[in-house]
């Protein structure tokens, strides 16, 4: 079933467009990275998805509603999370306020301090590091560890989809490694749907799955990461001869 | 010991108009120069229309716990509602347009308390049982100073608790620091937003109650004087900082009553120029305030 589907998207900044006419579907439990140089329109193009720059034209549908211009905060109701480029961890607050600040989306629910309570183990017990300082100001820990937890921050909204920009910048080979082994084992026991945001195609092709290749704000292809492997095609949008 | 607590009272005004300012600065990046008016409003509330100098409370009959929540009330309510019918539709503006805003939106309230109820001043009498002084190691202290000071700083325990124990704090605190970010965790936006602009109006209407109970007599443009002070304060203290707006506010009272006994007799006059100036050097040394807040850059 397609958990989320673009259809002619297109988003502009002033008379900028930096996405145009995207479409593509992506399935419950699938994994996609979308993938392309810089100014490919990839982060606007999540930007969109999460409700924070409304799209000029097109529409975005989760969950088999269409959520186009939605506010951000209903989007992430609806159980589509994101973790922004950069990571954006609320520095002044506990790594533990940090993980809480999501779990509002329950609120309505009744034992929502319970079901909180649960969903801060499941994340403690995925991410340890996280446990052992959790009362410690966030904006201390290092790179590998605000990746890690603003990823276990989303994981405490309980979401279906999970789209996140860019989770290797900055971080040592080693430790990239270590997040995306986290968060291979998550989308397999908590049956995620998994969109990744990566510049370079090298971890989309270790990982395996489906890629999206954007080039200009257009999508130049779509298959199977491995399948793709050095073909011309990639080649030309990386290094700029073709068409283009 | 006298000095001691002028100059505690005194920066309990200032430190709560600041605290009311940098509250609403934290989630929306608007710098509220309504805030003076809502502190005149709330107080103005409690009165009939009427241009005499002797003001009809047609709520002074009411026992002070019933009081103090109507008026905190008045100011909370006035505050949402700015915020509903005006403030909402600048979310995306620029600060400065939003800022422009809400002087228009002070006038618009200073000129509607004008046509009920005049420029004159009015007398008023509220709780009048705190003006009696009480003795405090050996000094006379007014009572209504010593309930300031300890309203204040139970209102400073209240708020810190609440911004850190509940769960609407927390979500506070994280708009505060990165909205967009708090919203894509489903925090949402116009709760917290009206939150704060309802707390920031029960702080003016604390201030109004205050002031009115201190001089026996309430005028529209009662606010303005406060205000301009709290401003400095939150501003020194680092914009959208709380701790800080309470501290420089203490600092300001502090350094007010200070000068107004150690300058000499001529100059005590001009004691506020002194007072700015000293606000001039602390700026000049630490231009991001005393207590600079975090990721000032986003907004809404």
């Not at chain 1, 405490?156 to 989809?161: A, E, F, S, V």
């Not at chain 2, 939106?105 to 004159?120: A, K, N, P, T």
């Not at chain 2, 001529?266 to 001039?280: E, L, S, T």
Request: glycine share 10%; proline share 4%.
């Amino acid at each position: 079933m397609s958990l989320l589907a673009l259809s002619n998207l297109t988003i502009r900044y002033g008379r900028l467009s930096a996405v145009r006419n995207v479409t593509f579907t992506l399935t419950e439990g699938e994994i996609l990275f979308i993938t392309g140089p810089n100014g490919a329109g990839k982060s606007s193009l999540l930007r969109a998805i999460a409700g924070v720059t409304p799209p000029a034209g097109g529409r975005i549908d989760f969950a088999g509603q269409d959520i186009t211009g939605r506010a951000p905060e209903d989007i992430a109701r609806m159980g589509l999370s994101m973790v922004p480029e950069g990571r954006e961890v609320f520095g002044s607050l506990t790594i533990e306020e940090n993980l809480l600040v999501g779990t509002g989306i329950h609120a309505a629910t009744r034992n929502w301090r319970s079901r909180a309570a649960t969903e801060l183990e499941a994340v403690y017990a995925t991410f340890p590091i996280l446990k052992d300082r959790r009362h410690s100001q966030a904006g201390l820990l290092s790179g590998g560890q605000q990746q890690m937890l603003v990823i276990g921050r989303a994981l405490m909204t309980n979401p279906r989809l999970i789209a996140i920009d860019e989770p290797s910048l900055g971080l040592a080979p080693n430790i990239t490694d270590q997040v995306y082994e986290r968060l291979i084992a998550l989308r397999s026991h908590r049956a995620l749907t998994l969109l990744i945001v990566e510049q370079s195609s090298t971890r989309a092709q270790l990982v395996g799955g489906r890629m999206i290749l954007m080039r200009g704000g257009e999508i130049l292809l779509d298959g199977d990461a491995r399948a793709m492997g050095q073909s011309e095609a990639m080649q030309a949008a990386y290094f700029g001869y073709g068409e283009h | 010991m006298q000095t001691l607590f002028d100059a505690l009272s005194l920066g309990s005004l200032y430190a709560l108009g600041a605290l009311g300012i940098a509250l609403i600065f934290g989630v929306m990046r608007l710098v509220n120069f309504a805030h003076g008016d809502v502190i005149s409003f709330s107080i103005f509330g409690l009165l009939w229309p009427s241009v005499d100098a002797v003001a009809i409370v047609f709520a002074g009959e009411l026992p002070w716990f019933l009081l103090i929540p109507f008026v905190l009330a008045m100011g909370a309510g006035l505050s949402v509602l700015s915020e509903i019918i005006v403030f909402r539709r600048f979310r995306r503006a620029n600060p400065a347009t939003m800022m422009i805003a809400s002087f228009a939106l002070g006038f618009v309230i200073r000129y509607f308390l004008l046509m009920l109820f005049s420029s004159r001043p009015k007398s008023i009498s509220l709780l009048p049982a705190l003006s009696q002084p009480v003795e405090i190691l050996g000094a006379r202290i007014p009572l209504l100073q010593v309930i300031t000071i300890a309203a204040t700083i139970a209102i400073l325990f209240a708020l810190t608790a609440f911004l850190k124990r509940t769960r609407f704090g927390l979500e506070m605190r994280a708009a505060a620091e990165n909205f967009t970010m708090a919203r894509m965790l489903g925090v949402r936006a116009n709760r917290v937003i009206m939150g704060a602009f309802a707390l920031s109006g029960a702080l003016a209407a604390a201030i109004g109650l205050i002031l009115a109970a201190q001089t026996g007599t309430v005028d529209i443009q009662m606010g303005a004087s406060v205000m301009l002070m709290a401003f400095i304060a939150t501003v020194i203290g680092g914009l959208g900082s709380l701790p800080g707006a309470v501290l420089a506010g203490f600092l300001l009272g502090a350094a007010s009553v200070v000068m107004q006994t150690v300058l000499p007799i001529d100059a005590r006059p001009f004691r506020d120029a002194f007072v700015y100036g000293a606000v001039i050097l602390v700026l000049i040394f630490r231009p991001q305030g005393l207590i600079a807040a975090r990721g000032t850059k986003e907004r809404v």
